[in-house]
C-alpha cells in the first residue's frame, strides 16, 4: 500500500475439468497440470489496512484498546506509542502475525501464511472485534487497501528471468524504440478492477534479493525469482461491516493475477 510501511484452515479446492488441482496454501502453492511439471513454490506477506478520520478519544483509551484486544484472544503481546498501539505475535517481535490500531488507521498483517484462507480468516476477526470494542467509535472510514507481495522462486538465471518477463511485457516495437540491452526491469501499473484501483508492480529479482524486501526469512531467497506487489484499494463507500467482505474479493482476485502472471511467464 502506497505510504504504508508494513496467518486457519488448510482448503483444497479440485477441479476436475482438465485434471487441474490447486492446493490453496501460501508459503508452498503447488499447482500441477499437464503444463506444469515442477511444483510452484510461492512466498508471500499481506497486508490489511484501513484509514479513517481522526479520532481524538482513542488517544485517551490506547490502553483500554490494548488490554481488550488482548483479552479477546487476538495477541498477547502490545506496545503503546503516542498515536498507535501496536500488536505481535511474539514477546519481542512479530513471527507472523502483527496488527494495529491507531487514531487514524486500523490494520493486521501476516508474514509467510500457511494457507491462503489464513490471513483473511485472521484479519476479519481481528477487525470485528476492533470495531466492537466499546472504549471508540472508529471514525468514518477514507481508504481500504489490501496489499500482497510475493515472491516466485525460479532455478533459471536472473538473465534469463529478465529476459522472459521484459520480452512478455515489451512489444518489438517497444523495444525496438528504447533500444540497448536489457539488463534489469521493473513494471508498474495503475488499474481498476470491479469495485478497486490497482497498483500492480514487479520484476525479476537476484539471488539473495527477496530478503530486503520480505520481512521474514526463507531459503528460497537464495534464488533469483520474481517479485509482486499488488495493493487492491478503495476511498469511497466504505462501511465497517463490508470490510470482510471487500478483503475476500480483493485477495480472490489478487491471487487470481498472480498465478495468471506466472503461468503465463511459465514460471
Known sequence: MEGLTEN?????LKKNKGEIKYTLGVTMTKQRNKNMKKDKVMLAQ??????????????????????????????????????????????????????????????????NPETRNYFVDKASSYWKALIQNGHYELPKATRFGCRTLVFIPTNITFEKLNE???????TGKAQAFIGGKE????????LTEEQFQVRLSGGPLHEKEAVNLMNFESSHFE????????????????????????????????WKKI?????????
Open 46 to 111: 499481506h497486508v490489511l489496512e484501513i484509514r479513517h478520520e481522526a479520532s481524538g478519544t482513542f488517544l485517551d483509551v490506547r490502553g483500554f484498546v490494548a488490554d481488550y484486544i488482548k483479552k479477546s484472544g487476538h495477541f498477547l503481546h502490545w506496545k503503546i506509542d503516542s498515536n498507535i498501539v501496536s500488536f505481535r505475535d511474539g514477546p519481542d517481535k512479530v513471527k507472523r502475525d502483527g496488527a494495529f490500531a491507531g487514531y487514524k488507521s486500523a490494520g493486521y498483517f501476516v508474514n
Open 164 to 170: 522472459i518477463i521484459f520480452n512478455a511485457f515489451y
Open 259 to 267: 498465478e495468471k502472471i506466472a503461468n503465463s511467464l511459465e514460471l
Open 223 to 254: 534464488k533469483c525469482g520474481m517479485f509482486l506487489d499488488i495493493d487492491y484499494y478503495k476511498t469511497k463507500d466504505i462501511g465497517q461491516t463490508s470490510v470482510t467482505k471487500l478483503l475476500n474479493k480483493a485477495i480472490e482476485l489478487s
Open 183 to 190: 539488463t534489469d526491469l521493473q513494471f508498474i501499473f495503475h
Open 8 to 12: 486457519s484452515h488448510e482448503n483444497k
